[in-house]
């Protein structure tokens, strides 16, 4: 999975083209942030949140193709492990900007927009892996619905 700047972003290449970073670069700048003693704690939680934000961004767009291409299905097994590392990563975004505060970015988000994206990927997760419904419940629901 790759996170990608528009040629909106302000950063442009070549013809406009969107700039593709590999996830797992992203995850290694974001603990070197981290771990950086000479960056102000409230810069360096600024960073993560963005990079974080970034990974976010790159998933539901993955997301959104496996859906349009039919293979969201096929994808779960994927799906479900890349999203508990996002919420895991997530967690710790959002308990160092509130213990750390957090400077504002250029794109405008606080700690607010971090809290919101993180109960979305919560949301999803129980969404799709949480408990289900027995059949029977499901059909009682489906037929309400329907009336």
Not at 37 to 55: C, D, G, N, V, Y
Not at 60 to 74: N, V
Not at 98 to 108: D, E, H, I, R, S
Request: net charge negative; hydrophobic share 40%; glycine share 6%.
């Amino acid at each position: 999975m790759t996170a990608t700047l528009s040629a909106s972003s302000g950063r442009r290449f070549g013809n406009g083209d969107q700039l593709s970073i590999p996830a797992n670069r992203l995850q290694k700048e974001m603990e070197w942030v981290g771990k950086e003693q000479e960056i102000p704690p409230k810069i360096a939680s600024a960073i993560a949140a963005t990079m974080w934000l970034l990974e976010v961004d790159a998933f539901r767009a993955e997301e959104e193709k496996f859906m349009l291409a039919g293979e969201y299905e096929s994808s779960l097994l994927n799906h479900r492990v890349t999203l508990s590392q996002l919420i895991a990563d997530g967690e710790k975004v959002v308990f160092l900007a509130q213990k750390n505060g957090m400077t504002l970015t250029p794109a405008g988000f606080d700690l607010k927009d971090l809290q919101s994206t993180l109960t979305s990927l919560h949301t999803t997760f129980r969404g799709e892996y949480g408990p289900k419904n027995p059949p029977q419940t499901a059909e009682l629901i489906e037929r309400l619905l329907n009336a």
